[in-house]
Protein backbone atom coordinates (compact mmCIF):
# COMPACT_ATOMS: atom_id res chain seq x y z
CA UNK A 1 0.00 0.00 0.00
CA UNK A 2 1.06 3.38 -1.05
CA UNK A 3 1.03 6.21 1.58
CA UNK A 4 0.75 9.24 -0.14
CA UNK A 5 -1.65 12.34 -0.78
CA UNK A 6 -5.21 11.29 -1.52
CA UNK A 7 -6.65 12.93 -4.96
CA UNK A 8 -9.79 14.36 -3.78
CA UNK A 9 -10.88 15.66 -6.99
CA UNK A 10 -10.63 11.68 -8.08
CA UNK A 11 -12.49 10.66 -5.45
CA UNK A 12 -15.24 13.13 -5.59
CA UNK A 13 -15.76 12.08 -9.51
CA UNK A 14 -15.76 8.57 -8.59
CA UNK A 15 -18.44 9.45 -6.11
CA UNK A 16 -20.38 11.51 -8.07
CA UNK A 17 -20.54 8.46 -11.03
CA UNK A 18 -21.30 6.15 -8.55
CA UNK A 19 -24.44 8.25 -7.58
CA UNK A 20 -25.79 6.68 -11.36
CA UNK A 21 -24.64 3.16 -11.35
CA UNK A 22 -27.13 0.91 -12.88
CA UNK A 23 -27.29 -1.73 -10.27
CA UNK A 24 -30.57 -2.99 -9.63
CA UNK A 25 -29.53 -6.80 -9.25
CA UNK A 26 -26.58 -6.49 -6.84
CA UNK A 27 -27.08 -3.32 -5.41
CA UNK A 28 -23.20 -3.05 -5.74
CA UNK A 29 -22.86 0.13 -6.92
CA UNK A 30 -19.56 1.15 -7.59
CA UNK A 31 -17.64 4.33 -9.57
CA UNK A 32 -14.35 5.15 -11.27
CA UNK A 33 -12.43 8.47 -11.86
CA UNK A 34 -9.50 8.20 -14.52
CA UNK A 35 -7.21 11.18 -15.01
CA UNK A 36 -5.85 11.06 -17.97
CA UNK A 37 -2.28 12.46 -19.42
CA UNK A 38 -3.30 15.83 -19.80
CA UNK A 39 -4.85 15.95 -16.51
CA UNK A 40 -8.95 16.06 -17.38
CA UNK A 41 -10.64 13.37 -15.46
CA UNK A 42 -13.39 11.37 -17.27
CA UNK A 43 -15.82 8.84 -15.24
CA UNK A 44 -17.69 5.37 -14.91
CA UNK A 45 -20.15 3.37 -13.05
CA UNK A 46 -21.25 0.08 -13.18
CA UNK A 47 -23.90 -1.25 -15.40
CA UNK A 48 -26.05 -4.54 -14.65
CA UNK A 49 -27.80 -6.92 -16.93
CA UNK A 50 -29.86 -9.27 -15.78
CA UNK A 51 -28.50 -11.56 -18.19
CA UNK A 52 -24.89 -11.96 -15.83
CA UNK A 53 -22.32 -11.73 -16.51
CA UNK A 54 -23.47 -9.32 -19.26
CA UNK A 55 -21.95 -6.00 -18.02
CA UNK A 56 -19.42 -3.13 -17.42
CA UNK A 57 -17.88 -2.44 -14.76
CA UNK A 58 -17.08 0.84 -13.59
CA UNK A 59 -13.31 1.02 -14.86
CA UNK A 60 -13.96 -0.25 -18.27
CA UNK A 61 -16.70 2.84 -18.56
CA UNK A 62 -14.52 5.51 -17.77
CA UNK A 63 -11.44 4.16 -19.73
CA UNK A 64 -13.79 3.89 -22.41
CA UNK A 65 -15.39 7.41 -22.15
CA UNK A 66 -11.13 8.20 -22.19
CA UNK A 67 -11.02 6.52 -25.44
CA UNK A 68 -13.97 8.20 -26.95
CA UNK A 69 -12.22 11.67 -26.26
CA UNK A 70 -9.53 10.45 -27.85
CA UNK A 71 -6.87 10.19 -24.48
CA UNK A 72 -4.65 6.71 -24.32
CA UNK A 73 -2.97 7.28 -20.94
CA UNK A 74 -4.36 7.00 -17.12
CA UNK A 75 -1.64 8.84 -15.24
CA UNK A 76 -4.12 7.92 -12.06
CA UNK A 77 -7.55 5.77 -11.14
CA UNK A 78 -9.92 5.85 -8.13
CA UNK A 79 -12.47 3.40 -7.75
CA UNK A 80 -15.24 3.83 -5.05
CA UNK A 81 -17.89 1.35 -3.84
CA UNK A 82 -20.09 1.15 -0.70
CA UNK A 83 -18.07 -1.78 1.33
CA UNK A 84 -16.14 -2.07 4.47
CA UNK A 85 -12.73 -2.01 2.87
CA UNK A 86 -12.07 -0.73 0.03
CA UNK A 87 -12.68 -2.98 -2.95
CA UNK A 88 -10.03 -3.49 -5.70
CA UNK A 89 -10.52 -3.43 -9.44
CA UNK A 90 -11.39 -7.17 -10.52
CA UNK A 91 -9.18 -9.09 -13.09
CA UNK A 92 -10.31 -8.18 -16.15
CA UNK A 93 -10.31 -4.17 -15.36
CA UNK A 94 -6.45 -4.77 -13.62
CA UNK A 95 -5.36 -5.87 -17.36
CA UNK A 96 -7.69 -2.79 -18.62
CA UNK A 97 -5.81 -0.28 -16.30
CA UNK A 98 -2.45 -2.20 -17.91
CA UNK A 99 -3.23 -1.54 -20.89
CA UNK A 100 -3.42 2.47 -20.48
CA UNK A 101 -1.08 2.94 -17.87
CA UNK A 102 2.25 2.31 -16.72
CA UNK A 103 3.13 -0.11 -13.56
CA UNK A 104 3.77 3.45 -11.11
CA UNK A 105 0.31 4.63 -12.17
CA UNK A 106 -1.61 5.04 -8.79
CA UNK A 107 -4.89 3.31 -8.21
CA UNK A 108 -6.94 4.51 -4.97
CA UNK A 109 -9.58 2.38 -3.61
CA UNK A 110 -12.25 3.99 -1.55
CA UNK A 111 -15.07 3.29 0.23
CA UNK A 112 -18.48 5.65 0.59
CA UNK A 113 -17.51 5.93 4.59
CA UNK A 114 -13.84 7.21 3.80
CA UNK A 115 -11.69 4.62 4.46
CA UNK A 116 -9.04 4.62 1.45
CA UNK A 117 -6.00 2.85 0.19
CA UNK A 118 -3.50 3.28 -2.85
CA UNK A 119 -2.10 1.23 -4.91
CA UNK A 120 -0.30 1.18 -8.02
CA UNK A 121 -1.16 -0.62 -11.96
CA UNK A 122 2.39 -3.16 -11.12
CA UNK A 123 1.26 -4.42 -7.99
CA UNK A 124 -2.63 -4.93 -8.53
CA UNK A 125 -1.07 -7.19 -11.80
CA UNK A 126 2.51 -7.97 -11.85
CA UNK A 127 3.59 -10.50 -14.09
CA UNK A 128 1.14 -8.99 -16.44
CA UNK A 129 0.40 -9.66 -19.89
CA UNK A 130 1.42 -6.76 -22.09
CA UNK A 131 2.20 -6.04 -26.10
CA UNK A 132 6.02 -7.17 -25.22
CA UNK A 133 4.60 -10.76 -25.72
CA UNK A 134 2.74 -9.83 -29.13
CA UNK A 135 6.58 -8.90 -30.68
CA UNK A 136 6.41 -11.61 -33.67
CA UNK A 137 2.74 -12.06 -33.90
Known amino acids: MLMHNTAPDLRDAAMAARRNAYAPYSNFKVGAAMRAASGKIYIGANVENVAYPVG ?29 EPVPPCGACRQRLKEFGKDD ?5 GTTDGKEEATTIGDLLPGAFDAGYMARS
Not at 105 to 109: C, H, L
Open 105 to 109: VTVWM
Open 56 to 84: TCAEEAALAAMIVAGETEVIEAYVIADAP
